[in-house]
Nanobody, 116 residues
Framework: QVQLVESGGGLVQAGGSLRLSCAASGSIFGIRSRGWYRQTPGKQRELVAVISSVGAINYVDSVKGRFTISKDNAKNTVTLQMNSLKPEDTAVYYC??????????WGQGTQVTVSS
């Protein structure tokens, strides 16, 4: 069984930083991409950042220049470094692994709250 465990969420003032981490346990045949999504009440889950198996990276426009996604293949992890945080970044953040089989794996979600 595959499980993704997230950590690093919390409360921070505007302009501050947080680092989210996600570790996968269990066997995944092959990982196509790893990403971070976020969701607030009344809104659909939004892709924040994604990194492919070969290291290609994309960010949603609102976080470009502030967030950095990275991965460690040997440790089966993905991280999201969040700097210059804004109140509009407040959300529940979910990590995601997409396998080459088409299966999606999700973390449990971690709350990020940015105060003004």
């Amino acid at each position: 069984q595959v499980q993704l465990v997230e950590s690093g969420g919390g409360l921070v003032q505007a302009g501050g930083s947080l680092r989210l981490s996600c570790a996968a346990s269990g066997s995944i045949f092959g990982i196509r991409s790893r990403g971070w999504y976020r969701q607030t009440p009344g809104k659909q889950r939004e892709l924040v950042a994604v990194i492919s198996s070969v290291g290609a990276i994309n960010y949603v426009d609102s976080v470009k220049g502030r967030f950095t996604i990275s991965k460690d293949n040997a440790k089966n992890t993905v991280t999201l470094q969040m700097n210059s945080l804004k109140p509009e970044d407040t959300a529940v953040y979910y990590c995601n692994f997409l396998a080459w089989t088409g299966e999606n794996y999700w973390g449990q979600g971690t709350q990020v709250t940015v105060s003004s």
